[in-house]
Nanobody, 120 residues
Framework: VQLQAFGGGLVQAGGSLRLSCAAS???????MGWFRQAPGKEREFVAA????????YYADSVKGRFTISRENSNNTVFLQMNSLKLSDTAVYYC???????????????WGQGTLVTVSS
């Protein structure tokens, strides 16, 4: 499976941004996740979705502000980010796992990161 994340950029606090992750290869039955790494911090889980639908999971820090979704026809997963905060500034990565998980170690394939910068 190959993943390509894009859509990052500079946005003001309170604004919105949508990230996309295009997947190629076998995605059926898999789980797609978004992670992020802020400057000087460890990479952390953001959100995950089952590719076939019906299950989504969010980190507490983004719950109610971020929405993960997928478009099967284009093999693309999205992360809609609203009410962005300065603390959301990070490099965002998409990844895929064969099991339900928020643990990075369970995600076998990773896309390159896309930088999101939230300014005041």
């Amino acid at each position: 499976v190959q993943l390509q994340a894009f859509g990052g950029g500079l946005v003001q606090a309170g604004g919105s941004l949508r990230l996309s992750c295009a997947a190629s290869g076998r995605t059926f039955g898999r789980y797609m996740g978004w992670f992020r790494q802020a400057p000087g911090k460890e990479r952390e889980f953001v959100a995950a979705i089952r590719w076939s639908g019906g299950w989504r999971y969010y980190a507490d820090s983004v719950k109610g502000r971020f929405t993960i979704s997928r478009e099967n026809s284009n093999n693309t997963v999205f992360l809609q980010m609203n009410s962005l905060k300065l603390s959301d500034t990070a490099v965002y990565y998409c990844a895929t796992a064969g099991v339900i998980s928020s643990a990075q170690s369970d995600y076998e394939y990773w896309g390159q990161g896309t930088l999101v910068t939230v300014s005041s």
